[in-house]
Nanobody, 119 residues
Framework: QVQLVESGGGSVQDGGSLRLSCAAS????????MGWFRQAPGKQRELVAR???????NYTDSVKERFTISRDNAKNSMSLQMNSLKPEDTAVYYC?????????????WGQGTQVTVSS
């Protein structure tokens, strides 16, 4: 079994910064593409950024030049550095990963971490 655990959420003011982290626990697995999603109240969950195992990244337009996604394959972990935060970035942020375990690829989600940006 694989679990994804997020940390680093919190409350900041407009223009502030936060760093989210996601760590995968378990054994005998390999992680492929990882990503951060977010869901604001009353809105659909959306992709924020994702990173392949070889480090290729892509971002939703609204966070380009402000957010940076990174990963450490040796530690089965991923981070999201969020700078110049805006009130519209307020949401629950979820870690997501495609995991190969026992010959089967499954998609896993973390429990979510709240990010609140006040004006």
């Amino acid at each position: 079994q694989v679990q994804l655990v997020e940390s680093g959420g919190g409350s900041v003011q407009d223009g502030g910064s936060l760093r989210l982290s996601c760590a995968a626990s378990g054994s005998g697995f390999s992680i492929g593409t990882m990503g951060w999603f977010r869901q604001a109240p009353g809105k659909q969950r959306e992709l924020v950024a994702r990173i392949t195992r070889d480090g290729t990244t892509n971002y939703t337009d609204s966070v380009k030049e402000r957010f940076t996604i990174s990963r450490d394959n040796a530690k089965n972990s991923m981070s999201l550095q969020m700078n110049s935060l805006k009130p519209e970035d307020t949401a629950v942020y979820y870690c997501n990963a495609f995991v190969l375990l026992a010959g089967v690829i499954k998609n896993y989600w973390g429990q979510g971490t709240q990010v609140t940006v006040s004006s």
